[in-house]
């Protein structure tokens, strides 16, 4: 089965604070992963993908395929961080995007 | 920075009628997408549109739905006879070939 799981709908840290959203998932073949980020009345954007292993606004994730994990993180958080996160899996083939439950992230000062 | 776009930002429409929601995606872009989100659901693939054809759909995507690219730049989503259970975020998505899909803002569609 394709899946991805996002535990924590909700999750409140204060500024400076480390921050981690995880994700999980489950998926036969070779994964593609993404983080995609929606501030508020924004649109879904990438926030970063697995194979390009580079770092925006401060946020790293890495890919683990004896956990299938791929939880983003951040050191310090910041009040621009505020927003729904959601880790997308692409299916190989047909090019399509399975997305966890998103998880909102509240940065308090 | 070009964007995708989509209209109607929201749709208000009666159960039974039929809707066509609008998205123009990215002008060099080769592949489009349509996706929806229940609220307090996750985000869901409806199907995808390569060459002038659909290459994937989802289980959603009955006969009740279709999408068309009627000219060079817009791509469409119709649902015909809607539900209540359509009532939804409808968001359209388009990319040329690095896997990165750029989303529209979307459409409220809510259906009384």
């Known amino acids: 089965a394709q899946r991805v799981t996002q535990p924590e709908k909700l999750l409140s840290v204060f500024k400076g604070a480390p921050v981690e959203l995880k994700c999980n998932y489950s998926?036969?073949?070779?994964?593609?992963l993404f983080w995609y980020v929606q501030y508020s009345r924004q649109r879904l954007q990438l926030l970063l993908r697995h194979i390009s292993r580079e770092s925006i606004k401060g946020f790293t994730a890495d890919l683990n395929k004896g956990e299938t994990s791929f939880h983003l993180k951040k050191p310090f958080a910041q009040e621009e961080d505020s927003a729904m996160y959601y880790c997308?899996?692409?299916?190989?083939?047909?090019?399509?995007?399975?997305f966890g439950q998103g998880t909102r992230l509240t940065i308090n000062p | 920075e070009p964007e995708v776009t989509q209209t109607p930002s929201h749709q208000v429409t009666q159960m039974g009628q039929e809707v066509i929601l609008r998205c123009v995606p990215i002008s060099n872009h080769l592949y489009f997408y349509w996706y929806r989100q229940i609220l307090g659901q996750k985000v869901e693939f409806l199907v995808s549109f390569y060459n002038n054809e659909i290459s994937e759909k989802s289980e959603i995507f009955d006969d009740q739905f279709s999408v068309e690219r009627p000219d060079g730049s817009n791509f469409t989503l119709k649902i015909r006879s809607t539900k209540l259970e359509d009532s939804a975020m409808y968001f359209c998505?388009?990319?040329?070939?690095?896997?990165?899909?750029?989303f529209g803002p979307g459409t409220r569609l809510t259906v009384l």
């Open positions: 998926y036969s073949g070779s994964p593609e």
């Open positions: 998505a388009s990319n040329r070939d690095s896997n990165e899909q750029f």
């Open positions: 997308a899996l692409l299916i190989q083939g047909a090019q399509k995007l399975v």
